[in-house]
């Protein structure tokens, strides 16, 4: 039993090489499944996008012309499903406010083709080749994963986004945490001294009010002394 590629094998698969041959102790990725009766199906493992092409069984036998090869074969046509980022604004790591699509593409396209988006395993609404983010925010990372079906097959692709935030380091924190403390700490001194300041002026104040009282009072003291003695020296005067 022999399974070859029209990719490789230009001829009518009389000759090598073959993908799959029974004679050949060769592992490859096409593994055979049937019989040696009726059944010639061939299970491929690990499908590959350059596997795409037209494939054709031939079997030989111990019989006088005992040698046929299907024609024509079978076609096995591998898509190849990818995932873009394009980039509408920001550049280097992703980061909160940037916008991007997310484009899911097919290299073949089908009628009942059909593209779902899912989120860390959570399907999204929206449905389509492209997801749009127009402000990414740090809720937005995650793996995204593109699943393609039709009404024959399926396939998908996953993306991760990682969405930076505003995350300082511990060391960033210890240094705005000393800041604030010695701001609180200059706060404080300033408003005691502030008012020990002010308790000194009051009290100063208070002290010049009252020595400028008594010496008022010392002042007005001498006064009446001066009085009492223009009186006594007017007495004297009368009398004499």
């Known amino acids: 039993m022999l399974w070859c590629s029209m990719n490789s094998n230009r001829g009518r698969c009389t000759d090598p090489p073959y993908v799959y041959d029974s004679s050949s102790n060769i592992k490859s990725h096409f593994e055979y499944v049937g019989d040696d009766k009726s059944n010639c ?12 092409g037209e494939y054709r069984f031939r079997f030989i036998t111990d019989w006088i012309d005992g040698e046929w090869t299907g024609e024509p074969g079978v076609t096995l046509q591998v898509a190849d ?3 873009s980022l394009i980039r509408l604004s920001g550049n280097g790591t ?13 290299n073949c396209t089908h009628s009942s083709s059909q ?10 609404n929206p449905i389509g080749p492209v997801l749009h ?3 990414l925010t740090v809720r937005d990372s995650g793996n995204y994963t593109c699943t393609w079906k039709t009404n024959k097959t399926s396939g998908s692709k996953t993306i991760s986004l990682q969405v930076e935030g505003y995350n300082p380091d ?13 701001a609180g700490v200059s706060v ?12 000194r002026r009051n009290r100063s104040l208070h002290e010049s009010r009252s020595v400028h009282i008594e010496e008022q009072k010392e002042d007005d003291s001498q006064i009446y002394a001066n009085v009492q003695q223009m009186e006594d020296d007017f007495d004297i005067y009368a009398n004499v």
């Open 41 to 52: 199906t061939s299970l491929i493992h690990n499908v590959q996008f350059s596997y795409s």
């Open 81 to 83: 499903l990818k995932v």
């Open 94 to 106: 992703l980061k909160q406010g940037d916008s991007l699509n997310l484009t899911c593409d097919v």
């Open 115 to 124: 593209f779902v988006w899912s989120m860390n395993n959570e399907q999204l």
């Open 133 to 135: 983010f127009p402000a």
């Open 170 to 182: 511990p060391d960033h924190w210890l240094v705005w945490m000393i800041v604030g403390v010695t």
């Open 188 to 199: 404080i001194i300033s408003v005691f001294l502030g008012v020990v300041i002010y308790s």
